[in-house]
């Protein structure tokens, strides 16, 4: 239903339809991760010392007084690092460091010591480094936008499917489980849309061309950059990030990787992935708006935008 709440305050009109809440709350979710990525990116850069100062003094004045507290129990003297930490406390910062750990902290310092221990002992890294965290991140943000990608997919076809000239039965005569079948319509696009879920997302933009009558403004370099996206998510999820005989053969780039070998998560590269997937998702509520539900330009969200 148009909502009538909100006083139009720009030149274009802001009496947003269920299907622009489609397409806002898709834009919230993205923008919402990608404030993620880039704080978490700032943030673990050069881990630990891009933690905030309320985490990372207490948490390694604490590390380090017991540390020396164990090397006096020894008779052994207080490590360098160590020794040259504390004395470059000014009398503020000993104060917050002499403070218990409340939970959060505690939380954080337990997480600490395990990812530093980890790397000591199991990855045997040098003493002041740290495991990369910037393909973890990256992971996530592949994942998760991929994800809201999916889902508004979802949310769109499921609309569609509900508004004359529309109808359920327009999916159900390209689905492989319709025939035959005692499911009502809404059961029935239930299961075609999880049945769709792991497919190649390309293959959702046809069938929704196909399905509507409408033609999508996407290229095809675009269609492959999609494919390898969410290539790269399945195998993310499924195969721990490695590649198989099936990745070197469906992928478009990373010619040169080897069976078994982790696939490169390129920060840039993946942003520019993910900017073609943010204009098809555009493009699907542009199209589907002005094409199918019959709007003008002006009527129109302005929402996510490629970085």
């Known amino acids: 239903m148009p909502r009538n709440d909100i006083e139009p305050t720009t030149s274009y009109d802001q009496n947003w339809d269920d299907f622009d809440h489609i397409y806002i709350d898709f834009a919230l979710e993205y923008s919402q991760q990608l404030l993620t990525l880039y704080i978490s990116l700032g943030t673990f850069s050069q881990f630990p010392n891009n933690l905030p100062p309320g985490l990372i003094i207490p948490i390694l004045a604490h590390r380090y007084k017991a540390q020396d507290d164990e090397r006096d129990r020894r008779g052994l003297e207080l490590e360098p690092e160590a ?9 503020k910062t000993r104060e ?21 221990s980890l790397s000591r002992w199991g990855k045997k890294l040098d003493y002041t480094d740290f495991p990369d965290f910037e393909r973890v991140i990256l992971t996530q943000h592949i994942i998760t936008v991929c994800s809201f990608a999916e889902g508004f997919y979802s949310n769109t076809v499921r609309y569609l499917a509900d508004k004359p000239p529309y109808p359920f039965k327009a999916w159900k005569t390209i689905s492989k489980k319709a025939k035959n079948s005692s499911k009502t319509d809404q059961e029935l696009l239930d299961v075609y849309l999880f049945d769709k879920s792991g497919g190649n997302f ?3 933009l046809s069938t929704l ?10 290229t095809e370099e675009q269609k492959k950059a999609l494919s390898d996206l969410f290539l ?10 490695r590649a198989t005989k099936f990745f070197i ?8 990787i080897n069976h078994g070998e982790l696939v490169p998560l390129e920060h840039q590269e993946i942003e520019e992935l993910i900017d073609i997937l943010i204009d098809a998702i ?13 709007k003008a330009e002006s009527q129109l969200v302005w929402g996510s935008k490629r970085m």
């Open 83 to 91: 020794a040259q930490f504390i004395a470059s406390l000014d009398k």
């Open 96 to 116: 917050i460091a002499s403070k218990p750990l409340d939970d959060f902290q505690t939380k954080i310092s337990l997480l600490f010591e395990s990812i530093y």
């Open 202 to 204: 390309t293959e959702k």
């Open 209 to 218: 061309e196909q399905t509507h009558g409408i033609s999508l403004n996407i």
């Open 232 to 241: 790269v998510r399945n195998f993310l999820v499924h195969n721990a990030g």
């Open 249 to 256: 053969t469906n992928a478009n780039r990373w010619g040169t």
């Open 282 to 294: 555009v493009e699907i509520y542009r199209s589907c708006s002005i094409t199918l539900l019959g």
